[in-house]
Protein backbone atom coordinates (compact mmCIF):
# COMPACT_ATOMS: atom_id res chain seq x y z
CA UNK A 1 0.00 0.00 0.00
CA UNK A 2 1.25 3.52 -0.35
CA UNK A 3 1.13 5.90 2.00
CA UNK A 4 -1.80 8.08 0.66
CA UNK A 5 -3.98 5.18 1.09
CA UNK A 6 -3.51 4.47 4.29
CA UNK A 7 -3.63 7.93 5.37
CA UNK A 8 -7.25 7.78 3.48
CA UNK A 9 -8.24 5.09 6.24
CA UNK A 10 -7.52 6.60 9.03
CA UNK A 11 -8.68 9.89 8.30
CA UNK A 12 -12.64 10.21 10.50
CA UNK A 13 -11.84 10.12 13.47
CA UNK A 14 -9.49 12.33 16.03
CA UNK A 15 -6.16 10.24 16.58
CA UNK A 16 -7.28 10.39 20.52
CA UNK A 17 -9.72 8.33 19.52
CA UNK A 18 -7.72 5.45 17.98
CA UNK A 19 -5.30 5.22 20.51
CA UNK A 20 -8.24 5.04 23.20
CA UNK A 21 -8.98 2.16 20.34
CA UNK A 22 -5.65 0.40 20.98
CA UNK A 23 -6.38 0.78 24.39
CA UNK A 24 -9.36 -1.23 24.47
CA UNK A 25 -8.31 -3.94 21.86
CA UNK A 26 -4.75 -4.43 23.03
CA UNK A 27 -3.31 -5.18 26.53
CA UNK A 28 -0.07 -4.20 27.54
CA UNK A 29 1.34 -7.39 26.61
CA UNK A 30 0.44 -7.49 23.57
CA UNK A 31 1.04 -4.45 23.08
CA UNK A 32 4.84 -4.50 23.80
CA UNK A 33 5.28 -7.53 21.97
CA UNK A 34 3.85 -5.28 18.90
CA UNK A 35 6.27 -2.35 19.53
CA UNK A 36 9.07 -5.18 19.13
CA UNK A 37 7.48 -7.05 16.14
CA UNK A 38 7.11 -3.68 14.47
CA UNK A 39 10.07 -2.90 15.35
CA UNK A 40 11.65 -5.78 14.16
CA UNK A 41 10.10 -5.22 10.17
CA UNK A 42 12.31 -1.97 10.19
CA UNK A 43 15.41 -2.12 8.56
CA UNK A 44 18.31 -3.16 10.40
CA UNK A 45 19.55 0.75 10.86
CA UNK A 46 16.78 1.86 11.58
CA UNK A 47 15.92 -0.13 14.42
CA UNK A 48 18.11 1.88 16.82
CA UNK A 49 16.21 4.69 16.06
CA UNK A 50 13.49 3.66 17.63
CA UNK A 51 14.13 4.42 21.22
CA UNK A 52 15.05 8.12 20.10
CA UNK A 53 12.05 8.42 17.61
CA UNK A 54 9.50 7.70 20.37
CA UNK A 55 11.10 10.02 22.62
CA UNK A 56 11.43 12.84 19.97
CA UNK A 57 7.20 12.50 19.26
CA UNK A 58 5.96 12.27 23.28
CA UNK A 59 6.33 15.89 23.79
CA UNK A 60 3.56 16.39 21.27
CA UNK A 61 1.14 14.12 24.20
CA UNK A 62 0.89 17.56 26.09
CA UNK A 63 -0.97 19.58 23.35
CA UNK A 64 -4.67 19.06 23.35
CA UNK A 65 -4.64 19.84 19.34
CA UNK A 66 -2.17 16.52 18.98
CA UNK A 67 -4.94 14.46 20.44
CA UNK A 68 -8.22 16.45 18.85
CA UNK A 69 -6.34 16.31 14.85
CA UNK A 70 -7.81 14.24 12.36
CA UNK A 71 -6.19 10.72 12.52
CA UNK A 72 -5.34 11.43 8.50
CA UNK A 73 -3.82 14.78 9.59
CA UNK A 74 -1.35 13.05 12.61
CA UNK A 75 -0.67 10.15 10.23
CA UNK A 76 0.85 12.83 7.29
CA UNK A 77 2.98 14.81 10.03
CA UNK A 78 3.83 11.49 11.77
CA UNK A 79 4.93 9.93 8.55
CA UNK A 80 6.56 13.09 7.66
CA UNK A 81 8.79 13.27 10.87
CA UNK A 82 9.84 9.27 10.64
CA UNK A 83 10.61 10.49 6.84
CA UNK A 84 13.29 12.96 8.06
CA UNK A 85 14.52 10.64 10.93
CA UNK A 86 15.06 7.29 8.71
CA UNK A 87 16.54 9.23 6.11
CA UNK A 88 19.08 10.61 8.75
CA UNK A 89 20.39 7.35 9.59
CA UNK A 90 20.97 6.94 5.91
CA UNK A 91 17.77 4.83 5.41
CA UNK A 92 15.68 5.32 2.46
CA UNK A 93 12.17 4.02 3.93
CA UNK A 94 9.26 2.16 1.82
CA UNK A 95 5.41 3.27 2.71
CA UNK A 96 5.33 0.06 5.29
CA UNK A 97 8.52 1.74 7.16
CA UNK A 98 6.95 4.98 8.05
CA UNK A 99 3.81 3.06 8.60
CA UNK A 100 5.71 0.60 11.11
CA UNK A 101 6.87 3.92 12.53
CA UNK A 102 3.49 5.28 12.60
CA UNK A 103 2.19 2.49 14.20
CA UNK A 104 5.32 2.49 17.10
CA UNK A 105 4.00 5.80 18.33
CA UNK A 106 0.13 4.64 18.36
CA UNK A 107 1.29 1.86 20.52
CA UNK A 108 3.61 3.65 22.67
CA UNK A 109 1.04 6.40 23.35
CA UNK A 110 -1.55 3.56 23.99
CA UNK A 111 0.78 1.79 26.50
CA UNK A 112 2.15 4.51 28.32
CA UNK A 113 3.67 2.57 31.44
CA UNK A 114 5.20 -0.02 29.52
CA UNK A 115 8.78 0.81 29.90
CA UNK A 116 9.17 3.12 26.88
CA UNK A 117 7.36 6.24 28.44
CA UNK A 118 4.84 8.18 31.17
CA UNK A 119 3.42 11.58 30.12
CA UNK A 120 0.77 13.19 31.70
CA UNK A 121 -1.21 15.58 29.98
CA UNK A 122 -2.53 18.92 31.45
CA UNK A 123 -6.47 19.48 31.25
CA UNK A 124 -8.01 23.05 32.36
CA UNK A 125 -9.64 21.90 35.07
CA UNK A 126 -9.45 23.40 38.63
CA UNK A 127 -8.44 21.17 41.31
CA UNK A 128 -11.24 20.92 43.52
CA UNK A 129 -9.11 19.80 46.75
CA UNK A 130 -6.35 22.35 46.62
CA UNK A 131 -7.40 25.49 44.01
CA UNK A 132 -4.73 24.75 41.64
CA UNK A 133 -4.90 25.53 37.66
CA UNK A 134 -5.11 22.62 36.14
CA UNK A 135 -5.13 18.98 36.47
CA UNK A 136 -3.08 16.36 34.50
CA UNK A 137 -4.47 13.20 33.02
CA UNK A 138 -2.30 9.94 33.65
CA UNK A 139 -2.43 7.05 31.95
CA UNK A 140 -1.87 3.88 34.18
CA UNK A 141 -1.76 0.71 33.48
CA UNK A 142 -5.38 -0.07 35.35
CA UNK A 143 -6.90 2.62 33.39
CA UNK A 144 -6.73 6.37 33.23
CA UNK A 145 -6.93 8.99 36.10
CA UNK A 146 -7.15 12.50 36.84
CA UNK A 147 -4.52 13.72 39.46
CA UNK A 148 -3.54 17.33 40.98
CA UNK A 149 0.17 17.79 39.81
CA UNK A 150 1.05 19.34 43.02
CA UNK A 151 2.75 17.05 45.31
CA UNK A 152 1.13 18.21 48.84
CA UNK A 153 -2.06 17.56 47.36
CA UNK A 154 -3.56 14.44 47.08
CA UNK A 155 -6.12 15.01 44.80
CA UNK A 156 -7.01 11.70 42.29
CA UNK A 157 -10.18 10.63 40.56
CA UNK A 158 -10.92 8.09 37.38
CA UNK A 159 -11.21 9.78 33.87
CA UNK A 160 -14.07 9.04 32.11
CA UNK A 161 -13.69 8.58 28.67
CA UNK A 162 -16.14 9.83 26.47
CA UNK A 163 -16.97 6.85 23.56
ZN1 LIG B 1 -4.77 19.81 44.23
Known amino acids: MDLETFQKQFRGRRFGELILHHRRENDLQTAIAAIHAVTE ?50 VQPSADDLFNMFQIIVLNFAYPDCDFVAWNKPIAEKCPNCGGAYLVEKWLKAGPIVQCPNADCKFKRELVVAT
Open 41 to 90: ELPPPARPLVVSWIDEMNPNAQFDHFWQQDCGEAFAAITTAAAAKLRSAG
